[in-house]
């Protein structure tokens, strides 16, 4: 069974950086592609970067320049590094992982962005 779970919120400054970690279970993660979603209060999920499993990132708008997503296979982990956080940027930041149509969520972690 896939399981991935996400780390690495927690409150932070206007201006200060954070890095989120999501870990999958499970073998052959090389192969998903993975991503990074946000959701903000009264909201709906919104894409914020993307990973294919050949290493192709996409990101939106909004965080161009300030964030970076990367992956290390070998530890079946994706990575998010936000720099330059905003208070926008306050949201439950989930994972995904894709491969053949499936798709598969972890339970997010909290990002405050507040003085």
């Known amino acids: 069974q896939v399981q991935l779970v996400e780390s690495g919120g927690g409150l932070v400054q206007p201006g200060g950086s954070l890095r989120l970690s999501c870990a999958a279970s499970?073998?052959?993660?090389?192969?998903?592609?993975r991503g990074w979603y946000r959701q903000a209060p009264g909201k709906q999920r919104e894409l914020v970067a993307t990973?294919?499993?050949?290493?192709?990132?996409n990101y939106a708008d909004s965080v161009k320049g300030r964030f970076t997503i990367s992956r290390d296979n070998t530890k079946n982990t994706v990575y998010l590094q936000m720099n330059s956080l905003k208070p926008e940027d306050t949201a439950v930041h989930y994972c995904?992982?894709?491969?053949?149509?499936?798709?598969?969520w972890g339970k997010g972690t909290l990002v405050t962005v507040s003085s």
């Open positions: 995904n992982a894709v491969h053949r149509g499936m798709v598969y």
């Open positions: 990973i294919t499993s050949g290493g192709t990132t």
């Open positions: 499970g073998s052959f993660f090389r192969f998903y592609d």
